[in-house]
């Protein structure tokens, strides 16, 4: 019994090409939409590619711009077919494609799916990713004299501007590196001396933060020296008084931002797939009722279209038996080829 079937006159048989035909032009304007989604999801990524450790979290904008492209080719191809099928003397070119295209868009629409699922479940590599260049990056953020490195402690201060964050984690990532250039150390100073003396690393640490970890909607100006001494600040508990210093870590800020960004995206993707979906099933129906046209000449008499020839169960038997008899025609392929090889000419020996 066949999946899906439904009985067409000449008259449905037109709406449906025509209703497909207007659905792929919007799915044209879909795969445009998630182009340029992975566009900008791309352009923002390498903005903050300083501070992210590897090019993983690439795989979501770039498999985005792979889906747009392959949608915009899919659907303009599948727009013209539907077009075509209303007349039979052009559809005739198309009918021994239908079958191949389909099963291309099959595993397309299996793609789109994968790439929803993969704008869910990348919060985790992205989490991993951002520690460790956030980390790297706040280490490289005083060799403004390095080249290569220059632009670090610009770019670090320009991110816990915009995102109101500091450091990695929390502020006090700031208290375990040395952020100050030793260019702008007084060497001579007793307590520079003391406290490059007191690190087993050799390295100026100080329980201060750059200025951009600084909130400027505390009414308080900005402590960032000496944020744990108490008696260095008038009127100050550094236990129990709300720091004027963004309490958020950048990568929490910066997790939150893209992981909620590419959530969005993955739901515009689902529903671009649910449509891309109800397209190709849309076309199979087409493609089926315009095949069992029992007169071609005559274009008014009924036809019957459907998903699938058998059921379900039966479809997925006859697959399995397919490949079954495919493994066996490649192994008797091997078993002839091994015995041709073992074979020796006979010698003839004449006394």
Same mark, same amino acid.
């Given at each position: 019994?066949?999946l899906?079937k439904?009985k067409?006159? #000449?008259k449905?048989?037109v709406?449906?090409? #025509?209703?497909?035909?207007?659905m792929n032009?919007?799915s044209?304007?879909? =795969?445009?939409?998630?182009?340029s $989604?992975?566009l900008?999801?791309?352009?923002?990524?390498?903005k903050?590619?300083?501070? $992210?450790?590897n090019?993983e979290s690439?795989?979501?904008?770039?498999?985005?711009i792979?889906?747009?492209?392959l949608?915009c080719?899919f659907?303009?191809?599948?727009?013209?077919i539907?077009?075509?099928s209303?007349?039979?003397?052009k559809?005739?070119k198309?009918k021994?494609?239908?079958?191949?295209?389909?099963v291309?868009?099959?595993?397309?629409?299996?793609?789109?799916?994968?790439?929803?699922?993969?704008?869910f479940?990348?919060?985790?590599?992205?989490?991993?990713?951002?520690?460790?260049?956030l980390?790297?990056g706040m280490?490289?953020?005083?060799?403004?004299?390095?080249?290569?490195?220059c632009?670090m402690?610009?770019t670090?201060?320009?991110l816990?501007?915009?995102?109101?964050?500091?450091?990695?984690?929390?502020?006090?990532?700031?208290?375990?590196?040395q952020?100050?250039s030793?260019?702008?150390?007084d060497?001579g100073?007793?307590?520079?001396?003391?406290?490059?003396?007191?690190n087993v690393?050799g390295k100026y640490?100080?329980?201060g933060?750059?200025?951009?970890?600084?909130n400027?909607?505390?009414?308080?100006?900005?402590?960032?020296y000496q944020?744990?001494?108490n008696?260095?600040h008038?009127?100050?508990d550094?236990?129990?008084?709300?720091?004027?210093l963004w309490?958020?870590?950048?990568?929490?800020?910066?997790l939150?931002?893209f992981?909620?960004m590419?959530?969005? $995206?993955g =739901?515009v993707v689902?529903f671009?797939?649910l449509?891309e979906v109800?397209?190709m099933?849309?076309?199979?129906?087409?493609?089926?009722?315009?095949?069992?046209?029992a007169?071609?000449?005559?274009?008014?008499?009924e036809?019957?279209g459907?998903?699938?020839?058998q059921?379900l169960?039966?479809?997925?038997k006859?697959?399995?038996e397919?490949?079954?008899?495919? =493994?066996?025609?490649n192994?008797v392929?091997a078993?002839?080829? =091994?015995?041709e090889?073992?074979?020796?000419?006979?010698?003839?020996?004449?006394s």
């Amino acid at each position: 019994m066949a999946l899906l079937k439904v009985k067409f006159n #000449q008259k449905k048989r037109v709406k449906l090409a #025509q209703g497909l035909w207007l659905m792929n032009w919007f799915s044209v304007f879909a =795969g445009i939409i998630v182009f340029s $989604m992975g566009l900008f999801l791309k352009i923002e990524l390498r903005k903050r590619s300083e501070v $992210m450790d590897n090019s993983e979290s690439h795989l979501v904008p770039n498999s985005l711009i792979l889906m747009g492209i392959l949608s915009c080719t899919f659907n303009a191809l599948a727009g013209k077919i539907c077009y075509d099928s209303l007349d039979p003397t052009k559809f005739a070119k198309w009918k021994p494609l239908l079958k191949p295209y389909l099963v291309l868009c099959f595993f397309f629409n299996c793609l789109i799916f994968f790439i929803a699922l993969i704008c869910f479940f990348m919060r985790g590599s992205l989490e991993t990713t951002l520690a460790y260049g956030l980390k790297n990056g706040m280490k490289f953020y005083r060799d403004t004299d390095t080249p290569g490195r220059c632009f670090m402690k610009k770019t670090i201060d320009m991110l816990q501007i915009e995102f109101r964050c500091c450091g990695n984690n929390g502020f006090r990532d700031w208290f375990e590196i040395q952020w100050i250039s030793n260019r702008y150390l007084d060497f001579g100073s007793k307590e520079v001396k003391d406290r490059i003396k007191s690190n087993v690393d050799g390295k100026y640490l100080v329980d201060g933060v750059p200025f951009s970890c600084c909130n400027p909607s505390s009414p308080r100006p900005c402590i960032q020296y000496q944020v744990t001494n108490n008696s260095a600040h008038y009127s100050y508990d550094y236990q129990t008084e709300e720091l004027n210093l963004w309490n958020r870590g950048c990568r929490e800020a910066l997790l939150l931002y893209f992981s909620s960004m590419m959530s969005s $995206m993955g =739901g515009v993707v689902l529903f671009v797939w649910l449509f891309e979906v109800s397209v190709m099933v849309g076309l199979r129906l087409l493609q089926t009722a315009l095949e069992s046209i029992a007169n071609p000449e005559d274009p008014e008499c009924e036809s019957e279209g459907w998903l699938l020839e058998q059921s379900l169960t039966d479809t997925f038997k006859s697959a399995l038996e397919s490949l079954k008899k495919i =493994g066996k025609f490649n192994q008797v392929d091997a078993g002839a080829e =091994g015995e041709e090889g073992g074979k020796t000419p006979a010698i003839t020996t004449v006394s």
